[in-house]
């Protein structure tokens, strides 16, 4: 690791090594040991998010930069990414940090975020927006409300005291983004079912689940949804072809096909939601690997996972007042209820997106907890 900037009894310097990204990697399994909510991920997958050969750095850069303390022992953690699908997208200036771990210390959360800084300007970004691990489309904003509660699969989790050292830095509130719950004593609100089926009839709308027999053509249908159906929202990125691809391969063995449904219009597709079971339960058990054991404690508590997330839900612009988006949350409700979950985390919501969260409050969401995007300018 090479030395790139020093606080008082820290040095911050930048991964250069697989022992770097090795320490890299290991620190929040260090700093949350005392930590009965949080979910350890599976340390594979954050390496196969860190490597330069993962789909997102064709059109991204990044550098990784860790902090010592005089012991030489790391105490702190961060990312540097230069998004050009982006800046591409939005022509903002924009760049982000991501991957942001550290101990109690405003010092050295401050040289983190120095560093981070130094690098993005260098390439001539003129702020600092994140945390973003690595985009918008990934684990995104910082968790500054709701901490009684662990985190659901692939959402994360920090100590309260993490929003203290970032607007220490500087940063400030650009985005709030809301998760919401649900749970099996709500049931499913009757004048809501009434009125989506009469707006399924007037429509013509059938919601159908994935059909495994044709996962990458029903892939590719998701792809065009997605790119097309998210554009206009604040800080949407569109996933190329490669991410989708590398994001499916590691969805379809958990994938459950009812808790995916499809919303058609005389056969075409109008809009597409996703839902997957709540696998922290099990992740939560591993300890972050799979092997020597992890694989059987996977899946042993994945036989019946006791709730789901609502990880994506989009329908396109012409369609937006027709009840898609409630016929497609109404279905996977039903089905989870089925399988005799309890709850469910519609995840997440921008909080302007009055539309979307009106929909989800109608069927019985309640607001639960709050992620917050922060941004910086860059001198």
């Not at 709030?176 to 429509?203: M, W």
């Not at 998701?222 to 590398?246: C, H, I, K, S």
């Not at 809009?271 to 992890?294: C, Y």
């Amino acid at each position: 690791m090479s030395a790139t900037a020093t606080a008082p009894a820290v040095t911050v310097g930048t991964v250069r090594s697989r022992a770097d990204l090795a320490e890299f990697i290991e620190l929040p399994y260090r700093l949350y040991k005392g930590d009965a909510t949080w979910v350890p991920p599976l340390r594979r997958d954050v390496a196969h998010m860190l490597e330069k050969s993962h789909p997102f750095y064709q059109h991204a850069d990044r550098e990784l930069f860790m902090a010592r303390d005089a012991s030489g022992q790391v105490v702190g953690r961060i990312a540097a990414i230069k998004n050009d699908a982006h800046i591409e997208q939005h022509h903002d200036g924009v760049g982000f940090f991501g991957f942001f771990e550290s101990v109690r210390d405003p010092a050295i959360a401050g040289a983190l975020f120095d560093a981070a800084a130094a690098w993005l300007a260098a390439r001539g970004l003129t702020v600092m927006r994140g945390p973003a691990s690595p985009s918008i489309n990934d684990e995104f904003g910082l968790l500054v409300d709701g901490f009684d509660w662990p985190p659901v699969v692939m959402m994360p989790h920090n100590p309260p005291w993490y929003a203290d050292l970032i607007t220490g830095a500087g940063f400030t509130k650009a985005k709030d983004l809301i998760a919401y719950r649900h749970t099996s004593a709500e049931g499913l609100p009757e004048r809501v079912v009434k009125i989506a089926e009469t707006l399924a009839k007037r429509y013509k709308l059938v919601v159908r689940p994935l059909d495994m027999s044709q996962f990458p053509q029903e892939v590719d249908r998701v792809r065009q949804l997605y790119n097309t159906a998210w554009e206009a929202n604040w800080g949407a990125v569109p996933m190329t072809d490669a991410e989708f691809a590398d994001l499916a391969k590691q969805l379809k063995p958990v994938v459950v096909p009812d808790l995916v449904a499809f919303a058609e219009v005389d056969g075409k597709l109008a809009g597409f939601a996703l839902a997957l079971p709540d696998l922290n339960v099990a992740l939560k058990r591993m300890g972050g690997n799979l092997f020597p054991f992890g694989w059987v404690k996977a899946l042993w508590y994945s036989r019946k996972p006791p709730g789901l997330r609502v990880l994506t839900l989009g329908v396109l612009k012409e369609y937006r007042k027709t009840g898609a988006a409630e016929l497609m949350y109404l279905a996977i409700i039903r089905n989870g209820l089925k399988r005799g979950m309890t709850y469910g985390e519609s995840s997440w919501i921008l909080e302007d997106n009055a539309a979307m969260r009106q929909s989800i409050e109608k069927i019985g969401g309640v607001p639960y907890k709050t992620y917050r995007v922060y941004d910086k300018p860059i001198r």
